[in-house]
């Protein structure tokens, strides 16, 4: 039996980016950020910041690039994979290490645009 399963909970790095698919299949890409807080050997306090690149497709993909925007807090779950390409500047092989997302949940409130909290009607599973 194996399990590929990843569960991420940070804040969007960027907007997202989503674009579509030759087949007309909607994907979208977010860069989102977790941290991690630790004590040193010396004591003092220190963060650690670790992005992952995460792909959504189809539905999911166009309710995130419809309501999610940088700085925004989510959960997501999936399953990792690498894929591999070839440079641009024809260097060689490059690979790229990806969350493919089956469940995106928008953690925090959005800000209405006089700044205040407002309700997040999109708080659940998709």
Request: charged letters at 30%; aromatic letters at 8%.
């Amino acid at each position: 039996m194996a399990i590929n399963k990843v569960i991420v909970i940070g804040n969007l790095g960027a907007d997202p980016q989503i674009h579509t698919l030759p087949s007309g299949e909607n994907v979208v890409n977010l860069s989102l950020a977790t941290n991690e807080r630790f004590t040193d050997r010396k004591g003092d306090p220190q963060q650690r910041t670790e992005w992952h690149r995460i792909v959504a497709f189809g539905k999911l993909a166009e309710t995130c690039g419809q309501y999610l925007s940088k700085g925004r807090r989510v959960y997501v779950e999936g399953r990792l994979t690498t894929r591999q390409y070839e440079a641009k500047d024809g260097s060689g092989k490059r690979y790229r290490t990806e969350i493919i997302a089956r469940q995106i949940r928008f953690l925090d409130r959005r800000r209405n645009a006089s700044g205040a909290a407002a309700a997040d009607e999109h708080s659940i599973p998709f």
